[in-house]
């Protein structure tokens, strides 16, 4: 970080911090720095001490759980989840469904899905009604957090004759109906029994 009058060395930051401030994506970021932007009265350039070569970069390991026997479990900034046993041998967790769009392992017998993980080790807890995806190279920098398309029909407003529902869950209480069961009858995949519709 330098300032910009006297080209005088203010202090450091990572890219993942900046990023996460200010809601940047990795090609936002480096647009950003090439225009030469301030970051709190600062302008940004690469420390070429600690820089990438080619497509290697330096791992960087954040702890997310860690057992009563002292196995400790970290998510890395290039996509894995890596366990760490107590006579120091390391393991990378093989996923399950590698190619689906949200692979997963088991820690301590509990599904943790890899891109949501990494995202709230290096950035923050997130919301229930918000995933994760990767949008190119397995890079913790190249994950994006979108809206889960389930709760946000969810959320939509419905409505059964006059009776409005702020939500399908409103209203799958009220009627005594399962949530997928009426988003079926919405989409006119089953029939409408209640005679449900989306609110103007």
């Excluded at 009058?5 to 202090?11: A, E, L």
């Excluded at 913790?140 to 702020?166: H, P, T």
Aim: with cysteine; hydrophobic share 30%.
């Amino acid at each position: 970080m330098l300032e910009p009058s006297t080209n005088k060395c203010m202090g450091f930051t990572t890219d993942t911090d900046v990023m996460h401030e200010l809601g940047l994506t990795f090609c936002q970021f480096k647009r950003f720095v090439m225009q030469g932007k301030e970051y709190k009265g600062c302008v940004l350039i690469e420390d070429e001490s600690n820089s990438f070569d080619g497509d290697k970069f330096e791992i960087e390991y954040r702890l997310i759980e860690e057992t009563e026997r002292g196995t400790r479990y970290y998510a890395t900034n290039d996509l894995h989840i890596v366990s760490v046993f107590k006579n120091g041998n390391k393991k990378v967790l093989k996923p399950r469904n590698p190619a689906n769009s949200a692979p997963s392992v088991q820690i301590n017998y509990k599904t943790r899905y890899i891109y949501r993980t990494c995202y709230e080790a290096f950035y923050g807890k997130l919301k229930d009604n918000e995933r994760v995806v990767l949008e190119g190279k397995r890079d913790v920098r190249n994950l994006k957090v979108v809206k889960s398309w389930s709760f946000a029909q969810n959320e939509k407003k419905v409505c059964i004759g006059d009776k409005v529902y702020s939500s399908i869950k409103e209203c799958a209480e009220d009627t005594h109906y399962d949530r997928s069961y009426i988003h079926k009858m919405l989409e006119g995949v089953s029939t409408n029994l209640l005679g449900v519709r989306y609110a103007e």
